[in-house]
């Protein structure tokens, strides 16, 4: 099947399914919580990035030469975390991640890998969004990162675009907006990515936490709906509808005995391990804060 045919069928279908399953949700009220980035047909890539800007009354700003995926790790700042006992480096990643380059390795359960190759083939790489790589010489020579931002009308930071691809053939892997976002009824903001969808979106709520050490660690575990975790949401007429899903991720951001920055994350279904990737995260040129 050619692509635009495959995207006629499945498409649809899962769209279908995830309404079948989810439940409704009102965008604009009482789950404005779960609001972010949908774009139109076709390749996703950086298409939205115009359309959110225009949509939340802001502009793109494309020069980000030294921005990061928050304006400030204070955001987070609550009883249970301060941005301040962050070890310098971590903070400094995600508060510059422009002037970081990484290398990423991945290794999948041999039970999943099959299922994470099936969804890469016909749903990632066609739709260039959450093309998660199956074999560790996919990601061989690397992956490049652009960080976006998106300003809202008084020209600050509303949020964060990444745009992440494989080196070797410029294909993309991830295209997220990153922000941070008040859950209902929680005191501690929670880092928020949305990777938008044809009519909808996959969209992760992670808990942020300060080790002893200075290390990050965010966290998507189990919970109910309005917890943090996962969620599916898709748009039909004008009704949308969401669902949370049994995917969990844990992100661990440090410091190794030399010195270099590193990230171990895991991804889960239910309790299962199916995917581990790391990180090696390296500063383009000097930091101006000593490590």
């Not at 390749?43 to 959110?52: H, M, Q, R």
């Not at 080196?167 to 990777?195: D, M």
């Not at 992760?204 to 599916?232: H, I, N």
Request: charged share 25%; aromatic share 8%; proline share 6%.
């Amino acid at each position: 099947m050619t692509g635009r045919r495959l995207s006629r069928a499945l498409d649809p279908a899962a769209r279908a399914w995830w309404r079948l399953v989810g439940r409704p949700v009102d965008l604009d009220g009482e789950h404005r919580w779960l609001d972010a980035p949908m774009c139109g047909p076709g390749p996703v890539g950086g298409s939205w990035l115009a359309a959110e800007a225009e949509r939340v009354g802001g502009t793109v700003r494309e020069d980000v030469t030294d921005g990061g995926l928050l304006s400030s790790m204070s955001v987070l700042d609550a009883a249970e975390f301060r941005a301040t006992d962050l070890d310098p480096a971590v903070r400094d990643f995600y508060e510059h991640t422009a002037g970081w380059r990484m290398e990423v390795w991945t290794q999948w359960s041999a039970l999943f890998q099959p299922g994470g190759e099936l969804v890469s083939r016909l749903f990632g790489r066609r739709v260039q969004q959450l093309a998660l790589p199956t074999r560790p010489l996919d990601v061989a020579h690397g992956m490049d990162s652009r960080v976006v931002h998106l300003l809202d009308a008084d020209g600050a930071q509303h949020a964060a675009g990444w745009l992440r691809t494989l080196s070797a053939t410029g294909e993309y892997v991830y295209s997220g907006c990153y922000s941070a976002r008040l859950l209902p009824g929680s005191a501690q903001p929670s880092v928020h990515v949305a990777f938008p969808l044809e009519a909808g979106n996959v969209q992760v709520f992670l808990r942020p936490a300060v080790r002893a050490d200075g290390s990050l660690v965010l966290t998507s575990g189990v919970g109910a709906f309005g917890d943090d975790g996962a969620y599916v949401v898709v748009r039909h007429g004008r009704r949308s509808y969401a669902a949370r899903v049994p995917i969990h991720e844990r992100f661990h951001v440090y410091r190794d005995r030399r010195g270099v920055l590193r990230t171990d994350h895991e991804l889960r279904l239910y309790r299962a391990q199916a995917l581990r990737l790391h990180y090696r995260l390296e500063p383009t040129r000097p930091r101006p804060t000593p490590y």
